[in-house]
């Protein structure tokens, strides 16, 4: 529920007369990350959502996974298992389900340097449609 306040105060924001940005880049890691993609998000915007298997034992080692441990990381968890996948994309094809999705552009990232490369692509459109500005 507090997920769902923070898109209603992010969509009163996004009410009050002032100039729109030219596109948001908006980086997730979870489920809660529909809210925005289906009442802030508009056509020019992008969602750069985590796909993957969360950690099994997320506090049994310290540091973050590494690229090379989530590149490798087995994407089917077993019957009991702990991990789970990131939820936005199951949770955004639920949401389509009942005829809800997103104008925003959807891209999926697993690992940190996946992640810089879709940042440097949007930073790269960006420019250009500025005209190199």
């Known amino acids: 529920t507090n997920d769902l306040q923070e898109g209603r105060r992010q969509q009163q924001r996004r009410r009050r007369p002032r100039p729109r940005p030219r596109q948001i880049v908006y ?22 959502v985590r796909g993957g298997v969360k950690r099994r034992e997320a506090n049994g080692r310290s540091g973050p996974e590494t690229d090379d441990e989530a590149r490798d990381r087995v994407e089917v968890v077993p019957v009991g298992g702990s991990g789970s996948t990131f939820g936005a994309l199951p949770a955004l094809e639920r949401a389509a389900e009942d005829g809800d999705v997103p104008s925003c552009r959807v891209s999926e990232w697993r690992t940190g340097s996946e992640l810089r490369k879709l940042i440097g692509e949007c930073l790269e459109e960006a420019a250009a449609a500025s005209g190199g500005r």
Request: one cysteine or more; hydrophobic letters at 45%; proline letters at 5%.
């Open 27 to 48: 980086i997730g890691d979870g489920a809660n990350d529909i809210c925005p993609a289906l009442n802030v998000l508009g056509k020019d915007d992008v969602l750069l």
